[in-house]
Antibody
């Protein structure tokens, strides 16, 4: 059974940092591009970042470029999102998703709240 | 990286058909056949309903269909059922980034 389990969310002050993790199981993790998508409370889905199979290619939405870093450890079947200089507008549920030209499987998400 | 444009809401009665549009540009929807649609019930995880513009994943009813003309993609749901009431999002590859639509709330009257 395919599983994606996010963790690492929580309450953080503006300007702070958090590291999200997404542990994958039930499929060959190292063969999939992986993405992060976020959803602010009551709002729509917004693409955040992606990483290729070996971690050598990454892309970011303009809103997080320079502040967020995506990475992966294929030996641990885990995807990461390092989030620095957090802002109130980064408050959202962060989903990791497996992608092969479509987002065919999503984790349950982890809530990040940026507030003083 | 502008969001794709979707109507905020659509509605229909059980048994009727509804179509949700998703308008982008030649850099996303019009430029690639990697348009997908997602259904999200309140508090739930998004579910893939249509991929590659017209294809349905295993298990998705054939009441759901997708199409594209130029820079606009569409999701049609025929034979509306109560359980179809949800938010629907389109998504397109746009070169390096991906882009989602703003979402459409479907109400089954």
């Amino acid at each position: 059974e395919v599983q994606l389990v996010e963790s690492g969310g929580g309450l953080v002050r503006p300007g702070g940092s958090l590291r999200l993790s997404c542990e994958a199981s039930g499929f060959p993790f190292s063969t999939y591009w992986m993405h992060w998508v976020r959803q602010a409370p009551g709002k729509g889905l917004v693409w955040v970042s992606r990483i290729n199979t070996d971690g050598s290619i990454t892309s970011y939405a303009d809103s997080v470029k320079g502040r967020f870093t995506i990475s992966r450890d294929n030996a641990k079947n885990t995807l990461y999102l390092q989030m620095n200089s957090l802002r109130a507008e980064d408050t959202a549920v962060y989903y990791c998703a497996r992608v092969y030209w479509n987002f065919d499987f999503w984790g349950r998400g982890t809530l990040v709240t940026v507030s003083s | 990286q502008s969001a794709l444009t979707q109507p905020r809401s659509v509605s229909g009665s059980p048994g009727q058909s509804v179509t949700i549009s998703c308008t982008g540009t030649s850099s996303d929807v019009g430029g690639y056949n990697y348009v997908s649609w997602y259904q999200q019930h309140p508090g739930k995880v998004p579910k893939l309903m249509i991929y590659d513009v017209t294809k349905r994943p295993t298990g998705v009813p054939d009441r759901f269909s997708g199409s594209k003309s130029g820079n606009t993609a569409s999701l049609t749901i025929s034979g509306l059922q109560a359980e179809d009431e949800a938010d629907y999002y389109c998504c397109s590859y746009a070169g390096s980034p991906w882009v989602f639509g703003g979402g459409t709330k479907l109400t089954v009257l």
